[in-house]
Nanobody, 117 residues
Framework: QVQLVESGGGLVQAGGSLRLSCATAGFAFSSYTMGWFRRAPGKERDVVAAISWRSGVSAYYADSVKGRFTISRDNAKNTMYLQMNNLKPEDTAVYYC?????????WGQGTPVTVSS
């Protein structure tokens, strides 16, 4: 059974940092490009960052988070991370992890991030 469980979200003041984790099971994590996505209130879910199957080979960042967020993965632990620094109120959203491109049946509950001004 495929499972992706996001954690690490919370309430933080603008300028603060959070580190999100995505623990996975049930599929060949190390074989796939993975991504972090977010859905802000009233908006579509968009990709925030993505990382190729082999950590360090290539990564994608949305323009809005470049220079502030860092995606990484530990294939030995089937886990992916998102280090978020210098958070802004516009980063407020529910954050999800999935393969990239995403698989519809893989969406988890997400972890909420709220950034206060």
């Amino acid at each position: 059974q495929v499972q992706l469980v996001e954690s690490g979200g919370g309430l933080v003041q603008a300028g603060g940092s959070l580190r999100l984790s995505c623990a996975t099971a049930g599929f060949a994590f190390s074989s796939y490009t993975m991504g972090w996505f977010r859905r802000a209130p009233g908006k579509e879910r968009d990709v925030v960052a993505a990382i190729s199957w082999r950590s360090g080979v290539s990564a994608y960042y949305a323009d809005s988070v470049k220079g502030r967020f860092t995606i990484s993965r530990d294939n030995a632990k089937n886990t992916m991370y998102l280090q978020m620094n210098n958070l802004k109120p516009e980063d407020t959203a529910v954050y999800y992890c999935n393969r990239n491109p995403p698989v519809s049946s893989y969406w988890g509950q997400g972890t909420p991030v709220t950034v206060s001004s």
